[in-house]
Nanobody
């Protein structure tokens, strides 16, 4: 079983920055793709950023140029650097570890989430 533990959330003013971390237990991290999702209050969960096991990245249009996803396989940790934060970035942020082979999902693990609140 894989456990994902997010940290780094909190209250920040508009225009500020935060860095989220997601530490993974187990031995699958380096072979996993990793994603950050978020769920704003009263809305559905949405994909924010993704990084493959090879290091390729994708972002939601709403965060391009402001957020950066990265990973450190030596620490089994994925990061989300969030800059120029806006009130609409307020959400619970979730970490996800996945692996697909030939289009079939082999595993899909979730963290418990960390709250990010952007407010003055």
């Amino acid at each position: 079983q894989v456990q994902l533990v997010e940290s780094g959330g909190g209250l920040v003013q508009p225009g500020g920055s935060l860095r989220l971390s997601c530490a993974a237990s187990g031995s699958i991290f380096s072979s996993s793709g990793m994603k950050w999702y978020r769920q704003p209050p009263g809305k559905q969960r949405e994909l924010v950023a993704r990084i493959t096991n090879g290091g390729s990245t994708n972002y939601a249009d709403s965060v391009k140029g402001r957020f950066t996803i990265s990973r450190d396989n030596t620490k089994n940790t994925v990061y989300l650097q969030m800059n120029s934060l806006k009130s609409e970035d307020t959400a619970v942020y979730y970490c996800n570890a996945y692996r697909t082979e030939w289009g079939v999902v082999k595993y899909d693990y979730w963290g418990q989430g960390t709250q990010v609140t952007v407010s003055s």
